[in-house]
């Protein structure tokens, strides 16, 4: 019988919740990684092992690897740093991406690093110099951490050597060639501040691909949803009937290319749910309209934040939802969003939520 | 032997690390370098590329604040501190 894993990574490590295919009861294993503040923890569906992305105030960052879904622990860092001559630090491993043996970290400041030995070792592979805005990144007065990261990658579905990476603040970027070279993939995007670029100075928070269709893209920006019908190389704004035009979870459908979900906040310092009301959000049209999906969700006094990896959404033909909560809480939905509960309480700050099937 | 006290957080990261250790060496970075050989992976816990000690680790010997160049004595106690920071 398949078991359902949810991999959940908080600012005081990683834990476990496991269901069956009913996705009714959960138990909750952890914390993992000696604690450590994980920041984007994935499962690698190849071979089974889990990934976390992990910086220590005090001992650095590094990726935590679990072989055997929590059994077994180890970290590693070797060649996970930039030539100290190059006046760039890696001060935080932020997002993972794998696929076929392959790992890939994004790091700020930013660069991208990948292994080839299941996470023993690690290697530079870009820091997509000489694209439009890298003299922003790599001004060092840009290098203090929160600065200028590698938020996300993603790769294709089928060419390994074909990835999209998000620079926080600057826009999206693909390569096809494995990173010997780059094209902005911000055609149609809105900013609402001053760009030194024509083809950057973009906040984008969030990127996902519809399983259904790999030419359905969807972007969670700083300023607005957007989709793109050409694998990101253009964009049209989808924010109309959202509540804000902020926020950082998406989720695509599985199954559904027009279906899509999103989790809006107040934008500024609060970056909450608005109203103190959970709630996610719908659309089953490619963002022509919207519904809100708040049955079973706190609709008084819950001031709580989703990140950008804070939503899942699993495999299933009637796929469940998953959003772990700035202040600890992980809800869940097996019926597509209609309704919630809550299947954790009280664990640390969370960062990302992943989900798995495995027999 | 110098008198090598390592911080708890640093023992579950490794089989076997003791908190406290006798190290031969000349100098704190040196220390380090003989505890690298056994337990790999433990120079990037404590330093950053340069190398340097890491901002939030702090090592004293004989009580004095020290850097990877500070020499030992035979008999130097050596503290490895994880500085109070973060929540």
Redesign the interface.
């Given at each position: 019988m398949p078991r359902t894993v949810l991999v959940v990574g908080t600012r005081k490590g990683c834990f476990l919740l496991e269901s069956d295919q009913d996705r009714r009861d959960w138990s909750v294993r952890g914390p993992f990684c000696?604690n450590w503040p994980v920041y984007h923890a994935i499962h690698d569906a190849g071979t089974g092992a889990i990934y976390a992305a992990a910086a220590?105030?005090?001992?650095?960052s590094?990726v935590w690897r679990s072989p055997d879904l929590g059994e077994t622990w180890a970290?590693?860092?070797?060649g996970l740093?930039?030539?100290?001559d190059s006046g760039r630090?890696v001060s935080k491993v932020s997002t993972l991406a794998v696929k076929n043996g392959r790992v890939l970290v994004g790091v700020e400041a930013p660069g991208i690093f990948e292994s080839r030995d299941d996470g023993a070792t690690w290697s530079l592979l870009t820091t997509l110099a000489g694209q439009p805005g890298s003299e922003m990144w790599d001004d060092p007065a840009n290098q203090p951490p929160g600065h200028l990261g590698i938020s996300a990658l993603m790769f294709d579905d089928e060419a390994d050597s074909r990835f999209w990476a998000i620079v926080q603040g600057i826009g999206l970027f693909e390569t096809t060639d494995d990173s010997a070279s780059w094209t902005p993939r911000n055609r149609g995007l809105r900013a609402d501040w001053p760009r030194p670029h024509e083809e950057v100075g973009f906040c984008v928070h969030k990127l996902v691909r519809s399983p259904a269709d790999g030419a359905r893209m969807y972007q969670q920006n700083h300023v607005g949803m957007h989709r793109s019908d050409d694998t990101g190389q253009s964009w049209v704004e989808i924010t109309e009937g959202l509540p804000t035009e902020f926020g950082f979870a998406a989720a695509a459908h599985p199954h559904d290319r027009d279906t899509f979900y999103v989790i809006p906040l107040d934008p500024g310092h609060g970056r909450c749910m608005p109203d103190g009301e959970a709630a996610v959000w719908r659309t089953r049209d490619a963002g022509e309209s919207w519904q809100r999906l708040d049955r079973g969700l706190p609709q008084q006094d819950a001031f709580v934040g989703v990140l950008r990896e804070g939503l899942a959404i699993d495999s299933y033909d009637v796929p469940g939802l998953y959003f772990g909560t700035s202040t600890g809480q992980v809800f869940a939905s097996v019926n597509e969003g209609e309704s919630w509960s809550e299947i954790a309480s009280y664990l640390p700050s969370i960062s990302s939520v992943e989900v798995a099937v495995v027999d | 032997m110098a008198d090598l006290h390592l911080p708890g957080t640093l023992a579950p990261l490794f089989t076997d690390l003791p908190r406290h250790i006798d190290v031969e060496a000349a100098t704190v970075g040196e220390a380090i370098d003989r505890l690298e050989a056994q337990w790999p992976g433990l120079r990037d816990r404590l330093c950053e590329p340069g190398p340097l000690l890491r901002r939030h680790i702090h090592v004293y010997v004989d009580q004095e604040r020290a850097t990877l160049e500070t020499p030992l004595e035979a008999r130097s106690r050596v503290d490895v501190i994880a500085a109070i920071s973060g929540g």
């Open positions: 000696e220590s105030e005090w001992l650095g590094a970290l590693s860092s070797e740093a930039y030539d100290a630090k | -």
